[in-house]
Nanobody, 125 residues
Framework: QVELVESGGGAVPVGGFARLSCTASARTFNDHAASWFRQAPGKAREFVGGISASGEYKNYASLGRSRFTVSREKAKNTVYLQLTDLTPEDTAVYYC??????????????????WGRGTQVTVSS
């Protein structure tokens, strides 16, 4: 069992940035891919981006490919999501997720077993 805890959300101005963190309770987290999803009010949860177990491969959804960066720090069992140039459309709860076996990040949420509770990012002018 792996527990994931997100942090770093909050109120952000339009054009601003945020750095989200996801820390896992077990070191086995480092052996698999990790990804970020988000869910805006009234919308389905969507893939944002993910990172491979090694940290060398990253997969991004088109919504944030040039603005969002995923990274990981294995010594801290932590994955990060750097958000830049934020718009009101980026307002959502951001979730960290980890699969059971995959070492490469996939966009299919059903492939992920462990989820954090999420952290709210609110972008406003």
């Amino acid at each position: 069992q792996v527990e994931l805890v997100e942090s770093g959300g909050g109120a952000v101005p339009v054009g601003g940035f945020a750095r989200l963190s996801c820390t896992a309770s077990a070191r086995t987290f480092n052996d698999h891919a990790a990804s970020w999803f988000r869910q805006a009010p009234g919308k389905a949860r969507e893939f944002v981006g993910g990172i491979s177990a090694s940290g060398e491969y990253k997969n991004y959804a088109s919504l944030g490919r040039s603005r969002f960066t995923v990274s990981r720090e294995k010594a801290k069992n932590t994955v990060y999501l750097q958000l830049t140039d934020l718009t009101p459309e980026d307002t959502a709860v951001y979730y960290c997720a980890a699969p059971i076996e995959e070492v490469y990040p996939v966009s299919d949420s059903s492939r992920y077993r462990y989820w954090g509770r999420g952290t709210q990012v609110t972008v406003s002018s």
